[in-house]
């Protein structure tokens, strides 16, 4: 190979990496070190080459993390996954804007109209969404059409998200969640954890609907979440606690999230 980086940019990778292949017999030809033998002195060599690859990765992370900040302060939102009812335009010169789809526009007008003044619930907007074969977000993608379920299929946890987005009304944040390491995958950044607020970057973006429509929609979903079965569980009229810990239940049978209800008396 040509250098180092290119077996990888973390110093306790490349060498473990290298330790294995001597290991296995396998001698590792390095263009960029015409030194290949095991001296102290060429491995010291390695590991300081190693050291300042690791530092140039974190210097391209966090060049990359303040540019994108940058042009969410400047105004600019962000690329890549574009919300629902929106197109993003590329400026000529750097960043670009939002402007809004007609189409889709409607859609997500529709959503809130449904949930908010209909009274659908959440699974009843996606099954009549995904009857209608309406083409969500993820159909814009070459790829939306080869989905597990096919084209304009809608869950109940898309129609939530919608529901849940601040850029309908005006304001887009970026950098709400972050990367990190995943519990199974310690050197991968395969999990996201929530950022503090103070740390959101607000970026202005043309408004679908109405702040009274939105916040509505907030109050009934927290209204909702709260008495969700999943949420609450039975609980005992004679005490404050519930029905499990006054009452244990048989062996092998468990308690499943239900109303209050109480306990017949002996």
């Keep these: 190979m040509y250098d180092l980086d290119r077996l990888s940019r973390k110093l306790a990778h490349q060498l473990l990496l290298c330790e294995e292949m001597e290991t296995c017999g396998v001698v590792l030809h ?17 590991t300081m080459r190693g050291a300042f690859h690791e530092y140039d990765r974190f210097r391209i992370l966090k060049r990359t993390r303040d540019g994108l900040v940058g042009r969410g302060k400047a105004g600019f939102p962000p690329g890549g996954t574009i919300s629902l ?13 939002y402007e809004v789809h007609p189409e889709e526009a409607a859609v997500v007008a529709r959503i809130f109209r449904l949930y908010v003044t209909e009274g659908w619930s959440l699974k009843a907007i ?3 969404l995904s009857a209608e074969h309406v083409p969500t977000r993820a159909d814009r993608s070459p790829t939306g059409a080869g989905r597990k ?5 809608w869950y109940e946890s898309t129609v939530s998200r919608i529901l849940s987005n601040t850029a309908y009304i005006g304001t ?3 950098g709400k969640r972050q990367r ?5 995958t310690p050197d991968k950044k395969t999990a996201w954890k929530t950022t503090p607020k103070a740390s959101w970057v607000s970026i202005p973006v043309p408004a679908l609907i109405a702040q009274e429509l939105f916040e509505a929609a907030q109050s009934r979903k927290h209204h909702g979440t709260r008495l ?26 468990s308690i499943r999230p239900g109303p209050v209800m109480a306990l017949p008396v002996s």
């Design 126 to 128: 996606a099954a009549q």
């Design 180 to 184: 990190q390491p995943g519990p199974t």
């Design 172 to 174: 887009l944040h970026w």
């Design 30 to 46: 390095v263009v960029a070190m015409p030194m290949n033998d095991r001296s102290p002195e060429s491995q010291l060599f390695a």
């Design 149 to 153: 379920y096919g084209a304009g299929t």
């Design 85 to 97: 009812g929106y197109t993003y335009v590329k400026h000529a010169d750097k960043g670009g804007h």
């Design 228 to 253: 969700s079965r999943k949420n609450s569980f039975p609980v005992c009229c004679m005490c404050p606690a519930a029905i499990s810990a006054c009452a244990p239940l048989p062996q092998n049978r």
